[in-house]
């Protein structure tokens, strides 16, 4: 991610998730500083921070059947605990 966009004027956003263990309050903070983790992480390597958002869904948006009350295998559970990228928009390159 960092070298696309060192080589594209991208503007993207981060979006981190839980599964659906703890309560919905507690994993949409867990979220939020997931994601603002991994855009520090990303600024420390250079990119600009206004190319970035950092967004926490907590256990809203699930890959799986793992919801609440729903017995998982710790794999399953796993396959929610992800943080992802969508590019947002694009910027003008310099003209110089």
Sequence with gaps: LIQVMKENPVTIELGSHTDSRGSKASNLELSQKRAESAVRYIILKGIDPTRITA?????????NKCADG??????????NRRTEFKVTGFMKKDAS
């Design 55 to 63: 967004l926490g869904y907590g256990e809203t948006k699930p890959k």
């Design 70 to 79: 729903v017995p998982c295998s710790p794999a399953e559970y796993q396959v």
